[in-house]
């Protein structure tokens, strides 16, 4: 990712939580707080209760690259947490895209594209 790492530790991720600025929907909660640098960080977590490590890592790699090739229209500075839902286990990639971007956009990170 060009413009963004991962954010990896739990405390970053705690901070992140704490900050109470959340949307959700069926398959995503989006949490975001500012934080203060030109780089975004992406946190990503899946629950035990999604499923086995297979279908977790697989959701992982989905976000993950839906958040990739969407990374220059995100405003830049934020700590970004994706924590996936258990109905996420049986989506497929355009689904948690399209769920990733308009939660983003209910944030107001993203710059709208017409």
């Known amino acids: 990712m060009e413009f963004s790492e991962s954010l990896k530790k739990s405390i970053f991720f705690k901070k ?15 949490y975001v707080l500012e934080n203060g640098t030109d ?5 990503i977590s899946v629950s035990k209760k999604v499923g086995n490590s297979v279908v977790r890592h697989h959701l992982t790699r989905l976000v993950r690259e839906a958040y990739r090739l969407e990374e220059k229209s995100f405003r830049r500075g934020y700590d970004i947490v994706v924590v996936l839902r258990v109905r996420a286990a049986d989506a497929d990639y355009h689904t948690i895209r399209a769920s990733l971007l308009k939660l983003s956009d209910a944030h107001g990170i993203r710059y709208l594209k017409d």
Request: charged content about 35%.
């Open 16 to 30: 992140v939580y704490n900050g109470r600025k959340s949307r959700a929907d069926r398959y995503l909660v989006v």
């Open 39 to 43: 780089r975004n960080r992406l946190g």
